[in-house]
């Protein structure tokens, strides 16, 4: 039924740009936070950037200046725009969906691997 599906993940230069895409299926996109987070080999998963269904965002500090996340509500799609990649920015970026008072995470993608060369 639920389905998120990530998608834009691929091998860059440190420096580069990327944009991560997340569609999802079978939720009421427009109800949801939506959320990127990451998880690096040997590490746990972590805050990356989130959206409210009103537009509001929170970022790590890492990545604060550097990333973006946005929403299309017409296409049911979250997008995380990367730009200055490091290599501490390599791990496998997941998408994610709850409704607002819900503890937790509702729902995940299955991951999208980011990995930065130096």
């Known amino acids: 039924q639920v389905q998120l599906v990530e998608s834009g993940g691929t091998l860059v230069q440190a420096g580069g740009s990327l944009r991560l895409s997340c569609a999802a299926s079978?939720?009421?996109?427009?109800?949801?936070?939506m959320g990127w987070y990451r998880q690096a080999p040997g590490k746990q998963r972590e805050l990356v950037a989130v959206?409210?269904?009103?537009?509001?965002?929170n970022y790590a500090d890492s990545v604060k200046g550097r990333f973006t996340i946005f929403r299309d509500n017409a296409k049911n799609t979250v997008y995380l725009q990367m730009n200055s990649l490091k290599p501490e920015d390599t791990a496998v970026y997941y998408c994610?969906?709850?409704?607002?008072?819900?503890?937790?995470?509702?729902?995940w993608g299955q991951g999208t691997q980011v990995t930065v060369s130096s």
């Open positions: 079978g939720i009421i996109f427009n109800m949801y936070v």
């Open positions: 994610s969906a709850r409704l607002p008072l819900s503890r937790g995470t509702d729902y």
């Open positions: 959206i409210t269904s009103g537009g509001n965002t």
